[in-house]
T-cell receptor
């Protein structure tokens, strides 16, 4: 079945460092891909998404490109802030389907 | 626009008690689901529903019941609470046949402790 694998955390960075969180997926068809963020004590919220190959999703300085050839959707940010400390989930939505399948989540700590 | 509303936010139960976690959405979404989130384990799907009157089991359904009598509501029932059900529970909804959008919208979560 479909699945999502993302790098284990926690990831600890200093403020203004470059961030990459790796995500790869297995799916039949052409799923939509997502990154969700969960701030402490809150529910998940959509950070960015891409619905077809080579699409780039972006929001709040974060970017991810849908790479069909490598089945990847890595999250990047050029300069992280303390306020980016959160748990990040990579996810996919099955083609024409309803379910969202989540990766295990990667906790990010950003130090001042 | 309320989105997905979960109640209660916090709950403490004694072993063996039963309770219902409420979830309501106002986006006319067909798909609703319940997840539990445990430390280091990400999100695990408990039950889901693809429309009123239709429910199915996810990865970890034991000890939980659901029903979907309306499009808006999807309550989760704990039949006889156990300490292993201590977790944070999230309700989510997505997809509308009127507006194709497979993004999931989450409630704020219910932090449940079973003692």
């Amino acid at each position: 079945g479909d699945s999502v694998t993302q790098m284990e955390g926690p990831v600890t960075l200093s403020e203004e460092a470059f961030l990459t969180i790796n995500c790869t997926y297995t799916a039949t068809g052409y799923p939509s891909l997502f990154w969700y963020v969960q701030y402490p004590g809150e529910g998940l919220q959509l950070l960015l998404k891409a619905t077809k190959a080579d699409d780039k999703g972006s929001n709040k300085g974060f970017e991810a490109t849908y790479r069909k050839e490598t089945t990847s959707f890595h999250l990047e940010k050029g300069s992280v802030q303390v306020s980016d400390s959160a748990v990040y989930f990579c996810a996919l939505s099955e083609t024409g389907g309803f379910k969202t399948i989540f990766g295990a989540g990667t906790r990010l700590f950003v130090k001042a | 626009n309320a989105g997905v509303t979960q109640t209660p936010k916090f709950q403490v139960l004694k072993t063996g008690q039963s309770m219902t976690l409420q979830c309501a959405q106002d986006m006319n979404h067909e798909y609703m689901s319940w997840y539990r989130q445990d430390p280091g384990m990400g999100l695990r799907l408990i039950h889901y529903s693809v429309g009123a009157g239709i429910t199915d089991q996810g990865e970890v359904p034991n000890g939980y019941n659901v029903s979907r009598s309306t499009t808006e509501d999807f309550p989760l029932r704990l039949l006889s609470a156990a300490p292993s059900q201590t977790s944070v529970y999230f309700c989510a909804s997505s997809y509308s046949k009127f507006r194709r959008n497979t993004e999931a919208f989450f409630g704020q979560g219910t932090r449940l402790t079973v003692v």
